[in-house]
């Protein structure tokens, strides 16, 4: 039931999701991973105090689960409540210094809310400390630190040379390129998202998806006054492939 409340959240029938959610006893084995995927369905929905409401019951039942605690900190940090959750990771980093897989994704999002409020050289610093633990390595991680350096530290120059040497040294460059155009789009930084997907491009000149994403980035910057011609781009991906909607 959980797995198919996360499929439902992740299509968006959120009513349905907390159907099935409901029918778990709160006391049950799984009880407490129920509720955690309630508080994301509340988040969707924008039931934000409600999500923090269900985060904080588990963590004060739970206080060393850091799932619990990312639940509380997504609440807080999508309610815009970063003074709430600047506490809630020290809190956890300070109580649970043994879990340093846990410690490197609160301090994600500790790094997420200190950018939120424009504290951009902590962001940095607070970014690059959870990146020293593995499976904090990832794209979302790399394009957070990217983005607080160029708001508090300079522009493109040391962000692009960061990026770039992260793609060389993963051997995923195509991959992640196309995260981080994606992470570029969703900022609506059409500009970045051109530069990645073109990138590919050069690499991969056949990539469908890669061709698809650009149009998108180029209608996005033709929409902003740029110049830009993502109807050449959309024509070329059906030329080749006429079945792709």
């Known amino acids: 039931r959980i797995r198919l409340a996360s499929l439902l959240i992740e299509k968006g029938d959120i009513y349905r999701a907390i159907a099935e959610l ?91 809310a200190l950018s939120m409020e424009g504290n951009n050289f902590q962001a940095v610093r607070m970014y690059e400390q959870a990146l020293q633990e593995p499976t904090a390595q990832t794209p979302v991680a790399f394009y957070g630190l990217a983005e607080a350096k160029r708001r508090g530290i300079s522009q493109a120059s040391s962000e692009l040379a960061l990026l ?13 390129r196309i995260e981080f155009g994606k992470l570029a789009l969703d900022d609506q930084n059409h500009q970045r998202a051109i530069a990645y997907f073109q990138g590919v491009l050069r690499w991969q000149p056949d990539n469908v998806a890669a061709m698809v994403l650009l149009g998108e980035a180029q209608n996005m910057a033709l929409k902003a006054g740029a110049d830009a011609d993502p109807l050449r781009t959309f024509s070329s991906v059906l030329k080749s492939n006429p079945e792709n909607t």
């Not at 509380?72 to 300070?94: C, N, P, S, W």
């Not at 040497?165 to 991959?175: H, I």
């Open 22 to 112: 409901s029918k778990i006893p709160e006391d049950s084995p799984l009880g407490p991973r129920a509720r955690l995927e309630l508080a994301t369905a509340k988040v969707v929905q924008g039931r934000l105090d409600e999500a923090v409401s269900v985060c904080m019951a588990l963590v004060g039942d739970r206080p060393n689960d850091v799932e619990a605690t990312l639940g509380l900190l997504r609440a807080h940090i999508e309610g815009g409540a970063t003074m709430q959750a600047k506490y809630v990771a020290q809190r956890f980093i300070d109580e649970c210094p043994s879990d340093a897989m846990g410690i490197g994704q609160v301090r994600l999002m500790l790094a997420q």
């Open 164 to 176: 770039s040497s992260t793609m060389r040294a993963s051997g995923e460059d195509v991959r992640l």
